[in-house]
Every structure is written in structure tokens, then in C-alpha cells.
């Protein structure tokens, strides 16, 4: 009943969102036994990252604002580390070229992994992340890179940049993305009044939780009208409503992010239960029935 | 985030210093909890949560930290009047039974376990420290415990040797219910796997590398757990299963490093 497609069949539509909780396969696995459909890896890059020097997030008051920094182990020790992967993985890469994605996709294309989350939407890291989620020829060199190294479903996630949005979409389409992810988080701050300055130590981040939600709908909802594949929903998504309203405006499958932190791990089967409660309630026989009926 | 001010600084050892500081949601935190300490421009670092020592355990916390690194230099060197933020409490405290308890505990380590002490009864203390000089919180503890038994590693105070070598003595002649222990991971190990041997309960908390302590980034991740939800304190019967405690940790890419 709960089952959804996003170019791959999933149990379920919640996802973990990218950058949360994905460095080690443990951690990642035990999130998909608690109850999400699949599981994204933090982004990985061709060199391992230390990330940024605390403070890394602070919470305002609708949300969360984080610069953690692209930590992560780099793609040659992470490939080793999902080397015995028996759970849908979606690996999410960043990178500053095609060069370095191509890179990683040989090192990363024999493993048992469902699908390549492309980021294209970071605020917060110089060179990668949305400044070249924002030129629309690097994006389709990038995805077209991709697509030419692997038959593995391509998801391109995107965020709020200078560019618009559905022309990024639309370069990544034409180069061969399967699915999009919409949206990352959005370029913020927050400054203390007492000690005057930033609080996170990159002082500029990103914005997650229920402040960016109705953006995300709003996007989530343009991008299904303008393209037939799959969109995956993401920003401020804390319970079972949160994700019905993305499925609605056009979302095939949903990602949880900082809302993790709140509700831990149990968030996964309480949003699913949810989901299909209200299935049963409407009358709902899948989710694939609800999927954009919000449109006209 | 909460800005407090430095109110009191109490020299423990000449590299351990207690800083007070009136915050009632850090006065309400239960044993075993931290809460981040920020730096302004400088950093942000976990700290277990001591007692305010003579101020109004209501309204007031205090931390210990030992001089290290550049930021806990930072931290140590803050004066009365200085003002550091405050997040938090977080994390899983120590399970408080109302039995014969014992504690083990080293260095700053011994900081859960004080608060331990001051909100529940407990019935013995052993704390351990290289040498003379590193002894803290001794009479504090004193005032609180029933019987308290320190070792140095040099034999300069106390009993010569480590902490867990009164603890094989004492079990062998005496009951306890539970055994709480905190300082460094080679210590605790041996503490989980003496209480494992005499069939005693255990709890310990545990340390990695703390950044969002509030479950996002993982980067406290041990085995499957993630330290800053599932810990810091855990059960010894868990611990003890972990491939990864007191052998390896990740650093701050996220790559398993080994400790040995």
C-alpha cells in the first residue's frame, strides 16, 4: 500500500535525507531496520572532508541552520565502508566537476547501491553544492558524465540559487536524471545580539525544518507540473501531514531531515503509519493514486 | 542558543578549572548529560554538566575543563564576568537506582559521576589520577560518599596503581547493585568487563567526536549508536558488544581510527 517509485521501487515513501546521520553503514542501516524506505548517504567527494569547525548548527525558531561542511570519509574509504551494502542505499556525491563525479561513479558503480544523488544545491561550501547547481552547463556535463559511466537511476537534488530552478531541471533532464530531489536547505544566518556575532562558524549556512516548507511545496509542485519523472520531496517534513501535502503537490517519495532530531528514529514509522491512515480514511488504495492530485 | 556569564572559577588541579554559572535549564540536567559550550568565534565543545558546588543547585551549573587543546585552553582560561552560550541539556543520563552503588571514575571524567553523587546516594567512589597533583574533587566527594578510595598511578596519593585494582578487591568481598564508571575509555573497559565477570549491572558514558549533539551529523557515531541520542551513557551489556569501543573511533571525516 505504502509502496512508491521514484525510477526505483521503494517499501515506502519516507527517505533519510541527505546529511543526516549517513557517514557510517551501521548507522545507515539501522535507520532503514527502523522503518525508512531507503537511505541517503551524507554527500561524499572524491577526498575525504573534516567539515567545518563547531558551532555547525543552531536552532532558530521555526528550523535549523546548519553549516556541518561536506564532512565525509571521501569516496574511496566510503566505498569500502558500504562494500557489503544489503539495504536500499541512494549514495549522495558532490564534487566541483564532471572529471571528479566520473571519478566516483567507477569507484562506486559495482556496488549493491539503488541510485546517485547528485548535489547540486549545498548553500553553504565554495565550488561545489549549488555554485555549480547554478550554471546550467556544468549540470548537464555533470549528469550527462554520469549517465554515459552508469544505468544506475541518476537523482539530481536542487535547491534555491540565482538560477531558475526548472531551467536547472530541465539541463539535467535533457542529460539523462532520472529523478529530481527538491529542495535542499536555504542560504541563512543568525547572529547573537548578546555576543554580536554569527553562531555557526562558517557564520553563513543552510535552512531546514518548517520555515522552508511551504517553499519546498511551492517548488516541488512547479517541478511536477513541468516534468513526467519522479520529484522527491524535502524541507520541513516532521510528520505524516507534512508529507501527505509534498505527495499531493507532486511528490513521488518524501526525505526527512532535521525533523530526525526531534523524533528520532521512530519519525520514519509514525509518518508511514500516518500516511496510511489517511489512505485508509480517503480511500486510497496506493500512493501513486495521490501523487500531484493537488494540481490544476 | 543561551548566553550566560562565568560567576565563580574554582581551581581543581593546575589544569583543571570548574566554571559557575547561573542557567536553571543546565541546573535541571540530569547526571551524565552535556550540553555544547560556545565559544564565540572560537569553538564549541561538549561538556558533561558538574554541580555548582555552594550556589543554589536550582538555578545554577557549573563545568570542569581541563586544558588541552586550543580551544579548552579557551575555556579554562575564561575569568569571572566572561560570557560563553550554552545548548542543551542533551543525551541519555545515567539510570539512577536506589541501591549500594559503586563508582569508578578518572580525571575529568569523575564530573557525571559527582553530579551522581549529589542527586542520589551512592555508596562508594573510586577515583583515579596519574599522580598527586591531578586528584580533584576529593573532598567534594568525601562529603557526599560513604567511602571514597583514590588511586595515583605514580603511588604519590592514595594506592598505587589503577582504579580498577580496588575494584577487583572490593567485589571479591563486598555486594554492590550497580556500578556507574566514566574517564578513559581503556579504564572504563576494564571497569564493564570486571562488573561483567561478577555479574553486576554497569553503565558507562561514553565519548566521540561531539559536533551537532542533537542526532543529525553522526559524527559521535560508535557501532551503530550515535552518541549524543543512545548515549552518552550506555549499558555495559551493550557496550561490551560494540566492535568499535576501546579499539577505534571516527574522526572527523567519518573514517574509523584505531586507539590502540
Known amino acids: ?296 | 542558543m543561551r548566553i550566560v556569564e562565568i560567576e565563580d572559577v574554582i581551581d581543581e588541579s593546575p589544569t583543571i578549572r570548574t566554571l559557575i554559572f547561573n542557567d536553571k535549564i543546565t541546573a535541571n540536567a540530569k547526571a551524565g548529560q552535556f550540553i555544547m559550550v560556545w565559544l564565540p568565534s572560537i569553538d564549541e565543545l561538549p561538556m558533561s554538566v558538574m554541580i555548582p558546588y555552594k550556589y543554589d543547585e536550582k538555578l545554577y551549573a557549573a563545568i570542569s575543563v581541563r586544558k588541552r587543546g586550543i580551544s579548552s585552553t579557551y575555556l579554562y582560561s575564561r575569568k569571572k564576568g566572561d560570557k560563553i552560550g550554552v545548548r542543551g541539556p542533551y543525551g541519555r543520563a545515567f539510570e539512577i537506582k536506589s541501591e549500594r552503588s559503586l563508582l569508578v571514575g578518572g580525571g575529568t571524567g569523575l564530573v557525571p559521576l559527582i553530579r551522581l553523587a549529589k542527586q542520589n546516594r551512592c555508596h562508594t567512589l573510586i577515583m583515579g589520577a596519574r599522580s598527586k597533583d591531578e586528584v580533584i574533587f576529593e573532598q567534594l566527594a568525601r562529603s557526599m560518599v560513604d567511602r571514597v578510595i583514590v588511586t595515583t598511578d605514580d603511588g604519590s596519593y592514595g594506592l598505587k596503581g589503577f582504579a580498577t585494582d580496588p575494584l577487583e578487591e572490593l567485589l571479591k568481598e563486598e555486594r554492590f547493585d550497580i556500578i556507574y564508571t566514566c574517564g578513559p575509555e581503556k579504564m572504563m573497559k576494564r571497569v564493564l568487563e570486571i562488573a561483567n565477570r561478577y555479574g553486576i549491572e554497569a553503565e558507562a558514558s561514553l565519548e566521540r567526536i561531539m559536533k551537532c549533539g542533537i542526532g543529525l551529523c553522526s559524527s559521535c557515531a560508535l557501532d551503530k549508536y550515535i552518541l549524543c541520542k543512545d548515549g552518552p551513557v550506555m549499558k555495559g551489556s551493550i557496550i561490551l558488544g560494540l566492535e568499535e569501543f576501546g579499539k577505534c573511533y571516527r574522526d572527523k571525516s567519518g573514517q574509523l581510527k584505531s586507539t590502540i
Open chain 1, 1 to 296: 500500500m505504502l509502496s512508491t517509485d521514484i525510477c526505483v521501487r521503494l517499501r515506502n515513501p519516507t527517505l533519510l535525507a541527505s546529511g543526516i546521520l549517513g557517514i557510517s553503514y551501521p548507522v545507515l542501516k539501522r535507520v532503514y531496520e527502523a522503518g525508512a524506505g531507503a537511505v541517503i548517504s551524507k554527500s561524499i567527494s572524491i577526498e575525504a572532508r573534516e567539515g567545518y569547525k563547531n558551532p555547525i548548527i543552531v536552532k532558530t525558531e521555526h528550523g535549523w541552520i546548519n553549516a556541518v561542511g561536506l564532512a565525509n570519509p571521501g569516496v574511496e574509504y566510503f566505498a569500502k565502508e558500504i562494500e557489503n551494502c544489503d539495504i536500499p542505499l541512494i549514495v549522495n556525491l558532490v564534487g566541483s566537476n564532471e572529471e571528479e563525479f566520473g571519478k566516483m561513479v567507477k569507484i562506486l558503480d559495482n556496488l549493491k547501491i539503488i541510485a546517485y544523488e547528485i548535489n547540486f544545491s549545498c548553500p553553504h561550501v565554495e565550488k561545489v553544492g549549488l555554485e555549480i547547481g547554478d550554471d546550467p552547463e556544468l549540470v548537464y556535463k555533470i549528469v550527462k558524465k554520469i549517465r554515459s559511466l552508469s544505468k544506475k537511476p541518476i537523482i539530481v537534488k536542487l535547491g534555491l540559487g540565482s538560477s531558475n530552478m526548472i531551467e536547472i531541471a530541465r539541463v539535467a533532464n535533457d542529460g539523462g536524471a532520472d529523478a529530481i530531489t527538491a529542495i535542499n536547505t536555504i542560504r541563512a544566518m543568525c547572529i547573537d545580539i548578546d555576543v554580536a556575532k554569527p553562531i555557526l562558524s562558517n557564520r553563513i549556512g543552510g535552512l531546514s525544518g518548517a520555515a522552508i516548507k511551504p517553499i519546498a511545496i511551492r517548488c516541488v509542485y512547479e517541478l511536477s507540473k513541468a516534468f513526467d519523472i519522479p520529484i522527491i520531496g524535502c524541507g520541513g517534513i516532521k510528520d505524516w501531514r507534512d508529507a501527505i501535502e509534498f505527495i499531493l503537490a507532486g511528490a513521488s517519495a518524501v526525505q526527512i531531515g532535521s525533523a530526525v532530531s526531534e523524533r528520532w528514529l521512530d519519525i520514519f514509522n509514525e509518518i508511514n503509519n500516518g500516511i496510511m491512515q489517511y489512505m485508509l480514511r480517503k480511500g486510497y488504495k496506493s500512493i501513486d493514486e495521490m501523487i500531484g492530485i493537488a494540481r490544476y
